[in-house]
């Protein structure tokens, strides 16, 4: 018997995935759930939601979805409401998936108050949730994964992880987009009120897909950073109520190694989301494995784990054989496979709640260290994920 999934959230992103969700041969039943009644009714109309879709199960909020007997429910809505969202649907009885970041909101106290509940749901409930990061699941990322579980790398030395970003490259659009909503108007009033004028800190409160990377290929976390950030220089409009445009985070890992992390929005570049990982025997960089005697360039085939057959055909059947493994890398396929995959069989999702407050920390910790002009700080951590 496959399990019910509500989808919460049908934005731009949102969108990417519904099809993926209701196409998934162990999901049996899909509610659809947006505050914007349009973005419901667009896939409630739609041939492909006919089986799984019954209709009574279109809601205009995540209130009143969690009210139903939907075993899980997928979060992509705005970035500041993934974490107390994740909360709610856990205590309500649902397992989660949830889009990143976990939280991204102007104080960071609050962000890691909001790790820490999330773990204690996560621990109390029994419930699965897992992290929709889509490096995760990037060809790089698998093929890394693989080497790093045969320990071909060796001992790791030092990586990598940059998210490069410039605010022309779209992100004035990103913002309209999500405070265009009612969800949106209600965030700015909540801003007003709570900053004023100090409406955002800096790009490490968002730094999930440049951490992601080295934390999660080496299965360690960071202990410890110092960072420097830069203030806005080009986009005040944008970052001119933020404490910084540009931070840059140098780390020590619990694996001994060091790693540099940037997340930088004023940057004269195409854009880039990318991790590279260096250790005594092997290194990773761009699609190259090195061993000490040579590199060998990888195609994405050669990188990428194949989905069960099963999951490659229903989802051809909504995505066409070429788009097969969606957006960012191949990676949205992936994703929604592994949550639905991972309660359906009862199991930990790869990417869990421990992984995803590591992710999350070690920026929140790089943008203190930022605002104290670099003081060397420590990184909390809330263990490894059960089993
Ligand atoms: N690479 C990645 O992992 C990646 C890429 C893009 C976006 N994202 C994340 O995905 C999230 C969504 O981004 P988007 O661009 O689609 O945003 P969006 O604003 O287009 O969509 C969010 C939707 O959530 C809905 N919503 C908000 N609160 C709700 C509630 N209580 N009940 C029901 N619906 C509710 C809104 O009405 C809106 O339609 C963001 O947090 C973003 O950070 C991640």
Redesign the pocket.
Known sequence: MGISVGL????????AFAELFNAHPLVDRVAL????PE?VAEFARRESFRKKLRPADTF????ELLKTDIDAVVI????W??AK?AVQALQAGKHVYS???LMCVPDGDEILEWCDKLIGAVQRTGLRYMY???TCYRPQTMFCRRKAREGAFGHFVYAEGEYFHDVDHGLRQ?RD??MG????REYAAELAARYGSRAAAGPMHYPT?STAGPIWVTNAHMTKVCAWGQPARVHLDFYGKADFANETGFFLMSNGATCRIAEWREIGFPGREIFRLYGTHGTFEHDTWYDKKAGTKLSVEEMREPLPDDVLTSFAAVSGESKLYGG?GGSHAWLAHEFVDAVAHDRTPAVSAWDAVRFTAAGVMAHKSALKGGELLDVPDWGDAPG
């Open positions: 919460v959230g049908l934005g731009s992103f949102g969108s759930c947006d505050r914007v973005r205009a909020t995540l209130d992509i809505t705005q970035h409401l993934h969202q889009a990143v970041p929709g990061e889509t990103v987009n999500r909503t009612v969800a949106g897909h960012h």
